[in-house]
């Protein structure tokens, strides 16, 4: 009879999210994995059977929480579409500046798997792409609806604006990773927010 789990296994991925998100997956190792979990070996591999496994559940759980924010923020429909686009730009750069620790920000594990996996691991490149996909289409919506009430005056193809402001999005997290102050980050979301009303 197998004995149960005396650990919430909930925790376990969440603190094993934080530490992929710090260190990469690669860099990350199962010395690293336990100490964060608190757990032991044997019961990280009993349990998710794997460092990819982990690493797996730790990247959904990342995109799950992240993209539902995001979502949320851009399907509200009592705000206008480019108050909604300008709050989750703030909700961005705010969120880089929290998790700013020594001058740096550990960036978005979504963003920082893409750079290290994508292409390389099937499993994470397709999580990746999906969630890629739902983020692109919640901002496409906003745009459109932006263009019809005239909020957003560009012309070009909605799917060509939220692309941009994806890649946007993608590069102040990796600027904040670099060293970039909170100024600096709001002056990129306010470059790219300008670009909507040219």
Known sequence: MPRPRTFDEDRAV????RTFWAQGYEATTTQDLCEAT??????IYNTFT??????????????????????????????????????????VVDGEAANRRD????????????VEL??????ATALLERDQQRRTEALRDVIAAG?????????RDPVALARYLNAVIGGIRVAAQGGADPDMLQSI??????????
Not at 65 to 87: D, G, K
Not at 147 to 155: A, Y
Request: aromatic share 4%; glycine share 8%; charged share 25%.
């Open 147 to 155: 263009q019809r009430d005239g909020g957003i005056t560009s012309p």
């Open 50 to 91: 794997s460092k990819h496994e982990l690493f797996t559940r730790a990247l959904l759980r990342y995109i799950e929480t992240t993209t539902a924010t995001q979502l949320a923020m851009l399907e509200n429909e009592r705000r206008p579409p480019v108050e909604r686009l300008r709050a989750l730009f703030t909700l």
């Open 38 to 43: 608190g757990l032991g070996r044997s019961s």
């Open 189 to 198: 979301a306010d470059a790219a927010l300008d670009a909507l009303t040219p």
């Open 14 to 17: 969440d603190a094993a999210m």
């Open 118 to 123: 994508a292409g390389r691991d099937p499993e």
């Open 103 to 114: 001058g740096r920000s550990p960036g978005c594990l979504t963003v920082n798997t893409t």
